[in-house]
Every structure is written in structure tokens, then in C-alpha cells.
């Protein structure tokens, strides 16, 4: 088969491109490997910048996001048994949506099918060809069925794990990379959220992060060893965790419930680099990750594609190639001050187990500084919120 566009993975990144070309006439095919079942089901990132919301309300998939997402105008900071509130709208005039990235998910994937778009889900056997050339392909399975794309440009969508990445000629790559020695473990619990705005929370025993879903159910988060098991962490053991890094004598406590789900996630900063060979490109965390201490990559992955959709419209209206030609470096400005902020509020936050004595009463005092410098909370609240 032939389109314009051949796009891998129907993550955030796929499923918007696809739908941002459509807008602009440009065609293509998105391929995923899993059902679609499975891509709206599967629970991820919640936070929103003010710029995603904007470009999802513009493609026109923004309605269900804003009746039923939560404007949040701050956050909390705790630490030394007091909490101190980031207020992100008077620092920054934005804020955040808390609105889940499945359900982001099952509005891109309504309006790509309500359009007529080409999805093809549970496909097999991914593999791209022809990538030096300026017809690339890709080739796959589906229902035991061999079938090949071929395109004028491959985006590989395709998630950290996925293929494209690995496709890519290794001269004149570079990697960047960091691997932290803890995770996080996510739980969502059956109960009304215990506070209104999302607390992020320094302790000894480790970070914790309080974040909502909807008034009848809770986000919470965890640092934990990132090789440790859900089934060694009874409901019991959880909670009590949550007790002790979350609570101090101010009489604030969790709200516990029933817990209907769990996972532990690793955490990490890559970036690869170039985004592009030819006509072959990478957008979101094919390209790059980052800890979710910023709640960044979601909305990294949503500015890569807006970008890559302006340089490929571009080029099918004019035949200039200078804005694709110019991804990388676009897109990249924005990643590494993304990476930036990640790192800093990651390592700001957690307990790092070989950390000196020194070491611990410096990221204490770092954190003093940001609450009683108008400056720094300025400095912080810009990149929460994206402002940028
Ligand atoms: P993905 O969502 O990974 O999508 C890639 C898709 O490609 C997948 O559906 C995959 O099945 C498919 N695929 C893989 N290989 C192939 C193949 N060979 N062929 C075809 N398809 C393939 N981000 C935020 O912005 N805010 C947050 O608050 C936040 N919190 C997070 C919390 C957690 C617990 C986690 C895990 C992540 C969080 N993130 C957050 C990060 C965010 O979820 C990701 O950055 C985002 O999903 C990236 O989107 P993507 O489309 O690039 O990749
Ligand atoms: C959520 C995830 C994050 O990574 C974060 O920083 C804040 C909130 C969430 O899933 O709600």
C-alpha cells in the first residue's frame, strides 16, 4: 500500500501526528503492535502543560479534556513536615490539566476513526526499508498477512522499546543517557483525592507523590527500588509507607481505599540524537525519556509531533524541506530544558541511598531556597507549567 505518511506506534506522538496531517490533507497509515483495547487501558502520565491542552483543543479532540479534566493552578512542595504551595497561575498566568493520558488516548483514536484515518492495530513483525532512499517502507504483519507501506517520510512513534530507534545507521549518532537506582510504584486507589492539588513530597524514607484521577479516584506514587516486586508490597505495607512519608503533626492524612491497581516503573533520561535520517524521523520517547518527576514526557512527545507536522506540511505545500531539515535542532531546544527540569526536580526530591551527609543537607537547603525565593519558585513554576 502507499501514503504520504508512515507512522509508527499509536501512542500520543502517532495518534496526534496522524491526526494533526490529516487537518492539513496530508494521508497515512499509523501501525500499532497492541489492541486497541489495550492502548486505552493502559495507565500512564496525568498532567497536562497549558500548550498540550491548547494544541488538543485546536486539532479539535479537546472537548472531553476539558469537561471533565481538572484545572489545577498549583502544586505542593513538602519537606521538614510543612508543606509549601508552588502557585503556578499567579507566578506564571497558566496552569495544568490533570486529564489521563488514556483517555487522551480514546479521543485521538475516536477522531482518527470518525475521519476515515487507516489504524492498524496487533500488527506483527515491524520493519523498516528502504530508509536511504526517498521512497522508505515499512513492512509488517497483521492476521498472519504480510503487507508493506510505502511512503514519501517514516515517523517512528514507536515508544522507547520500539524498532525505529535501533533501525537508525549508527554513524554520526549520539546517545545521552542517565539510569536512576530507584523507581517509582503507582498505585490508583477507590477514594475521593486527599488534597485538591498534587503534593510532590521530600522524605528520608523516600519521594511520594499525591495526584488525582477524578473525584473518585487517586493517583499516588512512590519511590521505591526500581528491581523490587508488586506482590512483595501488601495494601497494608503500602499504605503505611504513604503515612510516613506523606504525613506530619498538621492533622492532613491520606485517604486510604481500595487499591485496584499497581506497577513500578524504572526511571531514566536519554536522549538520541539526530531525530532524523533523511526521510526517516523519531518523535516522543522514541527520541527521548525522561524521569516523570517534571510530568514532562507526555507533553514533550505532543511538541515534537506539532513540530514534525509543520515541517512535513511545509513541505507537501511548498516542497521546502528547510523546516524538516531543521526538527532536530527545533525540537531539541525544548527537549533538553525538559531534561533539564526532570533531573533537577528528580534529584531534588528523592533519597539517594549513597548519598553523603553533605550531600543530604545541601538538597535540603536547595529545597529552602526554592520556597523562599520568589525567583527560583518563578524559575521552577515556568517550567512545570511549560511556559516556554
Ligand atoms: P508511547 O506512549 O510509548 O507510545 C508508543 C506506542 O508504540 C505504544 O502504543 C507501543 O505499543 C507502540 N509500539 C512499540 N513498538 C512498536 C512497533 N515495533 N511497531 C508498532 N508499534 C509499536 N508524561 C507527562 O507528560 N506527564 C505525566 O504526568 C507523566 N507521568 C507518567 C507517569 C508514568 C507512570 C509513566 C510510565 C509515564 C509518564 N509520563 C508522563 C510519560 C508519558 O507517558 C510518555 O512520555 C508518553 O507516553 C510518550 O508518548 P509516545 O507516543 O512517544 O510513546
Ligand atoms: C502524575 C504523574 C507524574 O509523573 C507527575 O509528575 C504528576 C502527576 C500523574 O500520573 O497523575
Redesign the pocket.
Known amino acids: 500500500m502507499k501514503t504520504q505518511v508512515a507512522i ?7 495518534l496526534l501526528l496522524s491526526h494533526l496531517l490529516h487537518l492539513r490533507g496530508v494521508e497515512s497509515v499509523v ?4 489492541s486497541r483495547a489495550d ?1 486505552e487501558a493502559t ?6 502543560e497549558q500548550g498540550t491542552m491548547d494544541i488538543l483543543s485546536e486539532a479539535g479532540v479537546g472537548e472531553r479534556m476539558r469537561a471533565e479534566g481538572a484545572l489545577h493552578h498549583g502544586f505542593e512542595l513538602a519537606f521538614g513536615g510543612q508543606r509549601h504551595r508552588v502557585d503556578l497561575h499567579g507566578l506564571t498566568g497558566k496552569s495544568i490539566t490533570v486529564y489521563p ?1 488514556h483517555e487522551v488516548i480514546k479521543d485521538l483514536v475516536a477522531a482518527r476513526l470518525a475521519a476515515g484515518g487507516d489504524l492498524r492495530f496487533e ?1 506483527g513483525a ?1 520493519s523498516l526499508k528502504d530508509i536511504d532512499t526517498g521512497k522508505p517502507g515499512v513492512s ?1 504483519t497483521q492476521g498472519g498477512e504480510r503487507y508493506a507501506i510505502e511512503a514519501d517520510f517514516v515517523v517512528g ?7 525505529t530507534r535501533p533501525s537508525m545507521p549508527g554513524e554520526g549518532r549520539q546517545d545521552f543517557q542517565r539510569v536512576y537506582p530507584f523507581g ?1 510504584f ?1 498505585i490508583l486507589v477507590e477514594s475521593a483525592p486527599s488534597s485538591e492539588e498534587l503534593i510532590y513530597a521530600r522524605h528520608e524514607r523516600g519521594f511520594a507523590l499525591v495526584s488525582t484521577r477524578s473525584p473518585t479516584v487517586q493517583r499516588l ?1 512512590f519511590q521505591c527500588d526500581p528491581a523490587d516486586h508488586v506482590d512483595n508490597w501488601s495494601d497494608d505495607r503500602i499504605w503505611n509507607e504513604l503515612h510516613l512519608r506523606l504525613e506530619n503533626n498538621d492533622g492532613w492524612k491520606v485517604n486510604e481505599g481500595k487499591i485496584f491497581q499497581k ?1 513500578i ?1 524504572g526511571m531514566r533520561s536519554f536522549v538520541s540524537t539526530p531525530m532524523q535520517h533523511g526521510r526517516l524521523f523519531l ?4 527520541a527521548h ?2 524521569p ?1 518527576t517534571g ?7 505532543i511538541s515534537d509531533v506539532r513540530i514534525l507536522s509543520e515541517g512535513l506540511d511545509s513541505f507537501y505545500r511548498t516542497g521546502g524541506e528547510a523546516l524538516l531539515n531543521g526538527y532536530t535542532e527545533t525540537a531539541l531546544k525544548r527537549v533538553w530544558r525538559a531534561e533539564y527540569f526532570s533531573w533537577w526536580m528528580t534529584s531534588m526530591l528523592h533519597t539517594f541511598q549513597d548519598a553523603s551527609a553533605f550531600e543530604r543537607q545541601v538538597q535540603r537547603a536547595e529545597l529552602d531556597n526554592v520556597v523562599a525565593s520568589r525567583a527560583m519558585m518563578t524559575a521552577l513554576a515556568e517550567n512545570y507549567v511549560g511556559a516556554f
Open positions: 509508527i506506534g499509536a501512542g500520543p506522538a502517532g501501525i500499532e503492535t497492541r492502548i495507565i500512564r502520565a496525568g498532567v497536562l493520558q500488527v515491524v509488517f512513534c514507536d515508544g522507547f522499546h520500539g524498532v517509582w503507582g506514587y506497577g516503573i518523535a516522543g520517547d522514541a525519556i525522561v516523570p510530568a514532562k514526557g507526555m507533553n514533550l512527545a
